[in-house]
């Protein structure tokens, strides 16, 4: 198992903005609303080669449904603090998922007009 942040993909003629409302619905049960985006990010995974772009976003969340089922890939979700991040970070999916949590404290914040349907 591997922590990350709520991630997915794009579905066919689904803006970025409305694919990070959905994954984060379903991933965490929390509706979503973004309000900047924090970075643009890229890695390759040094085992398999495969390319990885994150979109990171901030925002706020909005309602909590404790009913709805989680995706089948995600056992739990929660959060953690900066304490809590440092300590756990062997287990990240990812170096994207310290990447993006460094760069929301450092304020990074830029308009969702940026990205353009």
Known sequence: MR???PAGHLESGESLIDAVIRET???TA???NPTA???IYRWQHPV???TYMRFCFTGNA???NPDQKLDDDIHQA???NKKQMMKRQAEFRSPLVLDCFNDYLAGHRYPLGLLHN
């Open 62 to 64: 909005i309602q909590f």
């Open 3 to 5: 922590l990350n942040q």
């Open 37 to 39: 985006l924090v970075g």
């Open 78 to 80: 929660f959060w953690l």
């Open 48 to 50: 398999n080669n495969e």
């Open 25 to 27: 619905q379903e991933e």
């Open 30 to 32: 929390w509706q979503f």
